[in-house]
C-alpha cells in the first residue's frame, strides 16, 4: 500500500519565479492539506483541499494557490518566489472528517536563490 | 494568537535514562493534541491523538498525557532508535482543521 507520494523531492528556483508541487495521498484518502515547515521550525498550515475545493486556508498570501484533482492528488502552486520560502513543503492525507492523524509525505524540499 | 510551546528544544540522554518532554497550549479548550515524530529528512509521523485532560496513550517506550493546558510525552528506557524530533501539534476550536504544531524537542539517545 503506497503511502503519500510526494514530487519533485528537491529543486532550486530563483526569486521570482513560480513552482509547483504535486502530491498523490494514502490509498483510501480523500483529504490533502499542505504544510511549509522552514529550517528548525514546526510545519505550518497552508491550506486542506477535499472535493476539489479548499476547505480552509492558514496564513498564507494569495502567491500559494492549489488545486485537487478527481483522483484526489493535489498540486501547491507559489507564484512570484521569495527568498523566505526556502522550505520543506509536505503533504499530509486523511479522511475527510478524521481529526489530527494525518499520514505525511518525505516532502519537497525548495530552495530560492 | 493561538500557541503551541515545546521544551526543552534540544535533548541528549544515555540509552536506558527515562525522561519526558512537554508541550503547552495558550487556548482553554481544544479538539485535539496530537504527537508525531519527525526523522531528518522525512516527513513527521504520527504517534498519538489525545482529546480531554487525564487521557492517557501508550505505545512502546513512549507514553502521553494531557492536562488542561499541557501535555508530556514520558520516554522510558529510550534506545538510540528513538532518537528523532518530536513534534506536537493542536487543533482548536471553531472549525479549523489546520494544525498548530510547536517547534519540536530534537531527541538524541546515546548508546
Known amino acids: 500500500d503506497a503511502g503519500v507520494t510526494q514530487s519533485p523531492t528537491h529543486l532550486i528556483k530563483t526569486r521570482g519565479q513560480q513552482v509547483t508541487l504535486r502530491c498523490s495521498p494514502k490509498?483510501?484518502?480523500?483529504?490533502v492539506s499542505w504544510y511549509q515547515q522552514a529550517l528548525g521550525q514546526g510545519p505550518q498550515f497552508i491550506f486542506q483541499y477535499y472535493e476539489e475545493e479548499e476547505r480552509q486556508r492558514g496564513n498564507f498570501p494569495d502567491r500559494f494557490s492549489g488545486h485537487q484533482f478527481p483522483n484526489y492528488s493535489s498540486e501547491l502552486n507559489v507564484n512570484a518566489l521569495l527568498l523566505g520560502d526556502s522550505a520543506l513543503y509536505l503533504c499530509?492525507?486523511?479522511?475527510?472528517?478524521?481529526?489530527?492523524?494525518?499520514?505525511f509525505g518525505e516532502g519537497s524540499r525548495l530552495t530560492v536563490l | 494568537e493561538d500557541q503551541v510551546t515545546q521544551s526543552p528544544e534540544a535533548l541528549r540522554l544515555q540509552e536506558g535514562e527515562s525522561s519526558s518532554l512537554n508541550c503547552s497550549y495558550t487556548v482553554s479548550g481544544l479538539r485535539g493534541l496530537f504527537w508525531y515524530r519527525q526523522d531528518p529528512g522525512k516527513g513527521p509521523e504520527f504517534l498519538f491523538t489525545l482529546y480531554s485532560a487525564g487521557e492517557e496513550k501508550e505505545k512502546e517506550r513512549l507514553k502521553a498525557t494531557l492536562t488542561k493546558k499541557e501535555s508530556f510525552l514520558h520516554i522510558t528506557a529510550p534506545k538510540p532508535e528513538d532518537s528523532a524530533t518530536y513534534l506536537c501539534?493542536?487543533?482548536?476550536?471553531?472549525?479549523?482543521?489546520?494544525?498548530?504544531f510547536g517547534k519540536g524537542t530534537h531527541l538524541i539517545i546515546q548508546p
Open positions: 490509498s483510501g484518502h480523500d483529504t
Open positions: 501539534a493542536v487543533q482548536y476550536p471553531g472549525g479549523a482543521d489546520g494544525l498548530t
Open positions: 499530509a492525507s486523511s479522511l475527510f472528517g478524521t481529526i489530527g492523524e494525518l499520514f
